[in-house]
């Protein structure tokens, strides 16, 4: 929030919504929270800050070479989204490599549970990255908040 102040403040919102929606999922599926599960979720909770800092350094790259904020916004989004995939598909790989020892090679559900909740948190912070951080953005487009000197970091103090 200090470094990207608005944006930052809508990322952090998308965060507790990564959350709920995550622990819901743990919820409603039976995974028990063991070590490793926990630990999945907190790299998968990386994963979704990362994304986050990759769509506003774009951000910043676009509103720089003369964009409007609106523009820099869709833009940023759309040139982060291949590094983000990328890096989830990765992710989604090694979580089915994980499984699939865990459950039959190592028989360990340590492993196992690091896994699910990794797979699980990717996904989720790829929907609260992409869709809620969008959405809270877009619906700032335009408003008097969103003009006030300073408030975006992507601006550097224009308005």
Request: net charge positive.
């Amino acid at each position: 929030i200090a470094y990207y102040r608005l944006p930052g403040l809508m990322a952090s919102l998308g965060l507790l919504f990564y959350g709920a929606l995550t622990l819901a999922i743990c919820k409603l599926w039976p995974i028990t929270l063991s070590l490793g599960g926990i630990g999945g979720i907190i790299v998968s909770m990386g994963i979704a800050v990362d994304a986050n800092v990759l769509i506003f350094e774009r951000m910043k790259e676009e509103f720089r070479a003369g964009r409007t904020l609106g523009a820099s916004i869709e833009a940023g989004f759309h040139r982060a989204w291949s590094a983000i995939w990328d890096s989830n598909v990765t992710t989604f790989i090694a979580c089915i490599i994980l499984y699939w020892l865990g459950s039959s090679a190592m028989h360990n559900a340590a492993v196992t549970g690091f896994a699910v909740t990794l797979f699980i948190g990717a996904v989720v912070s790829m929907f609260t990255a992409i869709t809620v951080t969008r959405t809270l953005l877009r619906m700032l487009v335009g408003t008097s908040i969103a003009s006030q000197s300073g408030l975006f970091s992507v601006t550097g103090g224009k308005k």
